[in-house]
């Protein structure tokens, strides 16, 4: 697929282009659109390699991003069909690759692997992941979720630079392990934090690849909810932790972006302030104050935040985008999410653009930082609509309409109201 391709179907996943000049760009005139492939079928057709021989293990299905260290999507159509995604098709994010754990998705053996408690603690250790088994396990089921994820809507004011994904650079798992507070107590004496100790930065033992110039993946993390919520996963959807999710050991802080939950951990430095790694600046931040879209930003630690918890959200399951539906009584389906602190008090559905919002049923969600399912029933005339989704919680956090308010140069934590169009006939 040509790179112009590319950029229009991104495009028009992001409705800049009509489809009619994607068709043109394919060399399909308008009279071949009935019975055409759909959109996602042509986003499938890539020239990548498929995503099992980037990862053994992964559906062929998913979105191939990035075949070399491996950057997949799970496309909406899958991601809706189960309540737990499945390892299969749960979507990668690879900045680097641990070889061999992360080129599989079979559970990674904790044999011979270590981690390193080291900086501002008393009494340093390096411990034995075998016996992280041994420790009570902490269960969490949890939105796993890209901080990139949704960065293609972004276009819809500025495209901004990265992986152009839609809504599929997430997941729901669950997670098992034990709590890293329960670990550095386990020890005689314990591995005591001192009060200097403002972050815990985690690393992982996936190197840059060969002739990079790239330093090596690191996240530093505010140590309040580190020492209060972060475990030491083992396990994922009651499984020994998949090699490519992270495997033997990953740092989980749950409500936090999937950035933070540093994959192969191998290292945790207890420190007064946070790192300078390329990872945790620039990259993977937002401004703290708004920016007009397209403008730049010389980041700082004062004046930008770390991808650190989750923007409230909600994705819409069905119908699909470019559904064809009866007009009436339509269901509407997907989930929404926040990152735990507070509870998701509604789900909106509006069919005007937002002049009007109708309350969505919801489930509560499995624990605080699972997803709650929606539904609600919309009546729709014959006709083009637009269905849109948002989700508001306890402290008063809502989606914005345009998320575009939030735009920032790298397109991290898109967190719009979303919507679908739909033709009802
Ligand atoms: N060691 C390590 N951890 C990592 C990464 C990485 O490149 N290396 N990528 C991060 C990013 S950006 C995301 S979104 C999640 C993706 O998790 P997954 O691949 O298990 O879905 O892992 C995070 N942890
Ligand atoms: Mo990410």
């Keep these: 697929m040509s790179d112009a391709l590319r950029t229009a179907l991104d495009q028009v996943r992001t409705r800049e282009v009509e489809r009619r000049d994607v068709l043109r760009m394919l060399g399909l005139g308008a009279a071949a659109s009935a019975g055409l492939p759909t959109l996602t079928q042509y986003a499938y057709a890539q020239d990548t390699a ?4 980037v990862i053994a293990g992964k559906s062929d299905d998913l979105i191939v991003h990035n075949d070399r260290t491996g950057v997949l999507e799970t496309p909406l159509e899958m991601l809706r069909e189960h309540r737990i995604t499945p390892k ?6 690879n900045n680097q690759i641990r070889e061999p754990e992360g080129r599989s998705t079979d559970g990674a053996s904790l044999t011979g692997w ?23 396990q902490e269960e969490v089921t949890m939105v796993l979720q890209c901080s990139g994820n949704g960065r293609s809507f972004f276009a819809r004011s500025v495209r901004t630079r990265g992986t152009q994904w839609a809504h599929g650079g997430m997941g729901q798992v669950t997670f098992r392990g034990p709590k890293l507070s329960a670990l550095l107590e386990s020890f005689d004496p314990p ?5 200097v100790a403002n972050f815990v930065t985690a ?3 996936d190197q840059p690849p060969e002739g990079a110039s790239r ?22 959807n009651g499984e020994p932790l998949s090699g490519a999710h992270g495997g033997p050991v990953r740092l989980v802080v749950p409500g936090y972006y999937g950035t933070m939950n540093v994959k192969w951990l191998s290292r945790l430095r207890f420190e007064a302030a946070e790192s300078n790694n390329v990872n945790q600046i620039p990259r993977y931040r937002i401004p703290n104050d708004p920016i007009e879209p397209g403008t730049p930003i010389d980041y700082t630690h004062e004046n930008s935040t770390p991808n650190w918890r989750q923007r409230i959200k909600s994705t819409i399951f069905s119908p699909l985008n470019e559904a064809a539906v009866s007009a009436g009584s339509v269901e509407v389906t997907g989930v929404a999410w926040n990152d735990g602190v507070a509870p998701l008090t509604s789900v909106q559905i509006s069919t005007d653009n937002g002049a009007t919002w109708h309350a969505a049923e919801f489930d509560a969600p499995t624990g605080a930082y699972g ?3 929606f539904r609600a ?3 729709l005339p014959a006709g083009e609509h637009r269905i849109w989704s948002r989700a508001i919680d306890a402290r008063g956090q809502a989606q914005p309409i345009d998320g575009s308010i939030l735009w920032n140069p790298s397109g991290y934590e898109w967190n719009g109201a979303d919507y679908v169009d739909v033709v009802a006939s």
Excluded: C, K, N, Q
């Design 114 to 136: 270590t981690i390193e408690l080291m900086g501002s603690v008393a009494f340093p250790r390096i411990v034995d992941a075998a016996t992280l088994a041994d420790l009570p």
């Design 88 to 93: 299969d098709l749960l979507y990668i994010r």
């Design 203 to 205: 690393e992982g033992a």
């Design 215 to 236: 330093p090596d993946f690191e996240h530093s993390l505010p140590i309040g909810d580190v020492m209060d919520g972060a475990i030491l996963a083992i396990e994922m």
């Design 50 to 53: 498929p995503a099992s021989s």
């Design 377 to 379: 029933t919309v009546e």
């Design 191 to 195: 591995v005591a934090p001192r009060d």
């Design 371 to 373: 997803w709650h399912e």
